[in-house]
């Protein structure tokens, strides 16, 4: 290797300084590369010893100690051809010009470690000859002080035990010195008031003070002692007891009592006592911006004068306001209250704590102290202490989140529940185990929920006026029908118009009272939504969010409201009176569709909203969407059944009242028709319309196309002729009856009070059935003479031209009034049927 290296040695400057891709590789890198190369030349692993292998014994292998260079060659000439050898000598070439320039490189960078190596050498050699001459040195010192202290503890020996006898005399002569001088250093000390080396100097001398009490001048020195360090004790008592001072000088002020033998658990009792009446200042100032509770009869007065205002009530079709309620007005808002509360009670509060804890449970406890427990006992006051005052702060935030009955602005309450909040965190980083952030978070929590319950009062109220506002616009309409229903003199067109001019408000009153209160909703749940904002610190806390989003705005306002919603409507149906008590068949009708809305498509949209805003968890029990849909579709139907009830009652006392105050048997020949009948179909007519401004249609069945002239095939028919005839001979009531009856086996039984459908077409049917279903039973308590049969007649014909109409089987109305004729047939003197075209002429005239 060296002989190959000087016959290379002559290319190494020349290949070093032309290769500029060399001098711009990375100096770690190429070591590296340099390295892991004459490695493998070599054959050495990574801890630099080689490969345990069998070693080459053939002579061709050009890495193997048995190489032989004349045998390599000829058997590349035998084996390769002119190209080959070619490539291989080009390659072989390449890897000695690699391992030359790695080797010189190798070479180079030891050689500047030999340079260095060898001064480094050279230096130390010399250094070592000059610390050889001064050790030489020190060994000689040391040798002359060896022979010095031989000589001095041979000189010495006789005398060293008399001497160790008067170092002890004059020691004990010092301690007596310091004995004697203690009073007169302790009166020093107290003048300085230096205390603490007062207290040092008495603890030192007291236990000798003690044990030679017996002896008159000790116990004068004790004596002494103790009367001065009583009135030490005093001046710090008094020091303790003003707290003026510095913390540190207040914590020496109490370690130092502490060692005078001051009872821990009264100097524990003195500092809160002293904390305890500036803290209830701070309590004194909060309570005087409470507002006192004014009693019954002042409220009584406030509501009284309050009342005009808030019954002025404006249209419904103007966008309604949040009905707030009465909420009183102290000096500071919320928000200030609370904060003057953090920052000057719950502020002093962390102090104390930080103090006391810093005095008596922090503070390092030596020598007796360390056995008295003090930290537990301390810890034990501290905490009733801050139970305590924390119990009268919070009475005091809840009295005056109490007189926050407004719900026109939310955001003040939130903002000072959250600071509230924020604030106690700091009393249960500083008191670990304390009670007081949980009674915190539960005032959060009640006061969250109870503002719930108030935006839930504010919407009750506000439906509730929303629909007196209702009634009131129903109520005008109402006066100018009937002054229209006069005025036109009964005529049917005349009273179909105004029946159409009446209702023409009852979808803009639904449609107003439908947006008015969706838009209170969703006011409403953005004002909670505040609780839940995510700036506000217990808005993501557990105890909180999940409990306060479904239980509190979901299931106790949102699904509470529409439920009162459905409860109040559905108590406008328990009106005693034939009349349906004072609420307008209007009303009932604009709820029952309300209430139709709700479920169809109301209820879900709001619980869907609620339930996105705060991002309501399913897992706590909550009232499913269709049992919401449930109950308003019963109270819809409720309310449409109980309005057809209604208008049929008032049909039927018209009728009713037509058939009682008659004479039926001294009645003259009928030339028009009744006038009550006029009224009956006018106001059929004008409940038609109203009706369908709000439903549909509905289904009907085929009309026949002469259906308003079928009275007269009804009543002039084969099978109603024998009826009359029979009625002559004295035979004829049972045959009547008989046959009567037998029509009655085969004719469709007629449901009066059956529920109704949501459309027109049902809710006509129902209140013509039970208008002429009483008048069929009025007409069966009635003696009827010829005149008043065929006044009947009459009244019955006129019906069935315009009543059939509006039901949806017309054949309905031709058997209730073909059974009112033949009751009428039944209960006369004189049965003597009008010719049915005398019934034609009269209907058309009149």
Known sequence: MAAHFLCCGGFFWSDFSMDPEGSMLDESGRRRKVHGMLKLYYGLNEEGKAPEQPQSLDPCDINGPHFDPELYLNKLRRECSLGELMDHETCMVKQIRSLDSDMQTLVYENYNKFISATDTIRKMKNDFKKMEDEMDCLSAN?????????????????????????????????????????????????????????????????????????????????????????KLAQELRQKFRDGGTSAKDLSECVELLLQLDEPAEELCEKFLSHARSRLEQDLQGLEAEIKPHLPIPAVKEAATCRSPSTAALGSPKDSPKMLSLPSPTPNTDILEFIDRGCNEFVSSLCLVITSYQELFINHAQTGELASKNIPQMANNKLKAFV????????????????????VSDNSLLVRALDRFHRRLQAVSKLLPG????????????????????????????????????????????????????????????????????????????LSSLSASILNQ????????????????????????????????????????????????????????????GSTPPALLLLLSRLCLDFETSTISYILTLTDEQFLVQHQNPITPVTTLCGE????????????????????????????????????????????????????????????????????????????????????????????????????????????????????????????????????????????????????????????????IQVDCHYLQMYLWRFVSDENLVHFLLDEIVGSSAHRCLDPCPMEQSVIEVICERG
């Not at 109402?478 to 209702?503: E, I, K």
């Not at 069966?780 to 010829?786: A, C, D, E, S, V």
């Open 142 to 230: 040391m040798a002359a002080i060896t022979d010095f202290s031989a000589s001095i503890s041979g000189t010495l020996q006789d005398q060293h035990a008399q001497i160790t006898k008067l170092s002890g005399v004059h020691t004990l002569l010092r301690k007596l010195q310091f004995l004697f001088e203690l009073p007169a250093r302790l009166n020093k000390c107290l003048e300085l008031q230096a205390y603490a080396q007062a207290v040092s100097s008495h603890r030192r001398a007291r236990c000798v003070l003690q044990q030679y009490s017996h002896l008159p001048s000790f116990k004068g020195i004790q004596d002494d002692c103790n009367a001065i360090m009583e």
């Open 387 to 406: 139970d305590d005052l924390a119990a009268r702060y919070f009475s005091l935030v809840e009295r005056r989140i109490q007189e926050e009955k407004g």
């Open 434 to 509: 304390s009670t007081v952030p949980n009674q915190g978070t539960e005032i959060v929590i009640r006061a969250a929920t109870e503002r719930v319950k108030q935006y839930l009062t504010a919407l009750q109220s506000f439906y509730m006026d929303s629909l007196t506002d209702v009634r009131q616009a129903l109520a005008t309409p109402r006066l100018s029908v009937a002054a229209a229903s006069v005025a036109g003199g009964g005529a049917h067109l005349g009273g179909a118009a105004s029946g159409r001019d009446a209702p023409n408000s009852l979808p803009e009153l």
């Open 521 to 580: 909703i969703k006011s409403v749940l953005a004002s909670v939504h505040l609780f839940t904002a995510k700036d506000i610190t217990f808005s993501n806390k557990p105890y909180f969010k999940g409990e306060f989003c479904s239980q509190g705005v979901r299931e106790n306002l949102v699904v509470n409201f529409i439920r009162f919603v459905c409860q109040s409507s559905r108590q406008f149906c328990e009106s005693a009176g034939d009349k349906g």
């Open 632 to 791: 308003a579709r019963e109270a819809a139907q409720k309310l449409l059944n109980h309005y057809v009830k209604v208008q049929g009652l008032i049909i039927s006392q018209m009728l009713r009242k037509s058939v009682e105050t008659r004479d039926w048997v001294n009645t003259i020949e009928p030339r028009n028709v009744r006038a009550v009948m006029k009224r009956v179909v006018e106001d059929t007519t004008s409940i038609d319309v109203q009706v369908g401004l709000l439903y549909e249609e509905g289904v009907r069945k085929a009309h026949s196309s002469d259906s308003s002239k079928r009275t007269f095939s009804v009543y002039s028919s084969s099978r109603q002729q024998p009826r009359y005839a029979a009625s002559y001979t004295p035979s004829a009531p049972m045959d009547t009856n008989l046959l009567s009856n037998i029509h009655k086996l085969f004719s469709e039984r007629i449901d009066i009070f059956s529920s109704v459908e949501f459309n027109k077409v049902s809710v006509m049917t129902g209140i013509i059935k039970i208008s002429l279903k009483t008048f069929l039973e009025c007409v069966r308590l009635r003696t009827f003479g010829r005149y008043g049969l065929q006044q």
